[in-house]
């Protein structure tokens, strides 16, 4: 592991014979060691190729903060946009339930599809209630964050919430719409979002998972301190999320 992080393999990795030879031990044990360190995401190969170190993701979000990938796709020196798939007014039960809205309630659907260098990244659907979020529906989202036309427009500023991340199989269609290699896994971040502990947005985001990675420090003492990938020291600051 010390020979990968000091980047002595990132032109190119050695075969198993060349790896027997340096480490004195047999060929099994270096097939083993192979593939634990494929299973852990360190390396990458494909039937009949030489492995190859896995490419670090793009761009890292801060784990459990209010973060902005609108920002964080900026802080990487990546440039950042959004093709506006839909936004209307709709009813959606379930979702008005989360909201604990009556299920009749009309909601706010926004759905883009974000993108980072012009590659896409992710897919983001939002609901809000369409009492409160209503005048949305005349902003420009293509180079917006959500949070910033909402207090822009509404006055209303998100101030907390609950977050659920979890690995999964893009549908076909997410696939094709992120140009995600047929081996991707992507993120599905599910989040409720809160003014004063007062539920307000729905959003499900299914991002790729080779371009996007989730971030904390910790110690024995403070436990969790959350970070960007822009700082250089451990910090609790938040930056907002879109």
Known sequence: MARLEAGEFDEQFPGELALVEDYHVSRHTVREALRQL?????????????????????IEQPFGALYSLFASVEDA???????????????????????TLEASALLVYLER??????EPLAIDRVWLPASLAAPLL??????????????????????RGHENVHAVIPTPAERALLHA?????AFAI???GC??????????????????????EFTTRSGYRLTTSTETAPS??????E
């Open 38 to 58: 494929r299973a852990d995401g360190v390396i990458v190969a494909g039937r009949g190729r030489q492995p190859r170190v896995a490419p670090a993701p793009e």
């Open 113 to 118: 599809l974000r993108f980072a260098d012009e």
């Open 236 to 241: 609790q600051k938040s930056k907002q999320y």
């Open 138 to 159: 005349d902003a420009d989202f293509t180079r917006t964050s959500l949070y910033h036309e909402l207090a822009a427009r509404t006055g209303v500023r998100m101030d």
């Open 181 to 185: 290699p047929a081996n991707t896994a």
């Open 195 to 216: 003014v004063k502990n007062h539920p307000v947005e729905w959003r499900h985001t299914v991002v790729r998972g080779d371009r996007f990675a989730l971030t904390a």
């Open 77 to 99: 020196g990546l440039a950042q946009r959004s093709l506006v798939r839909t936004l209307d007014i709709r009813a959606d039960g379930v979702i008005a339930e989360r909201l």
């Open 190 to 192: 599910n989040r409720l």
